[in-house]
Nanobody, 123 residues
């Protein structure tokens, strides 16, 4: 399974970015998929995910109301729309997937990870 994350960049506070995560040789439609981030000196944290057990979406409290995860099955791609970005959102963002993850999809228990894309929010 190869995941390719893209869409990061440098933006000012209040602006938006959309991250994309595509997969090759693996259908994301049938698997849990999560977005995680890791800032320098901090642990990797779950940002948002789509559960494979119920198809529901989940968000960290810090991004609720600002970030939206979605999946385009036709393109085999998952997106993370990030609005109203804050400096504390600065981190390397990773997507991950694993058909064995059934519950608690915000926990970093995945076997397959993308390479990460840098998001920097700064004025």
């Amino acid at each position: 399974v190869q995941l390719q994350a893209s869409g990061g960049g440098l933006v000012q506070p209040g602006e938006s970015l959309r991250l994309s995560c595509g997969a090759s040789e693996f259908l994301l439609e049938y698997s849990a998929i999560g977005w995680f981030r890791q800032a320098p000196g901090k642990e990797r944290e779950g940002v948002s995910c789509i559960s494979s057990s119920d198809g529901n979406t989940y968000y960290a409290d810090s991004v609720k109301g600002r970030f939206t995860i979605s999946r385009d099955n036709a393109k085999n791609t998952v997106y993370l729309q990030m609005n109203s970005l804050k400096p504390e959102d600065t981190a390397v963002y990773y997507c991950a997937t694993d058909p064995a993850v059934v519950t608690n999809c915000l926990l970093p228990m995945y076997d397959y990870w993308g390479q990460g894309t840098q998001v920097t929010v700064s004025s």
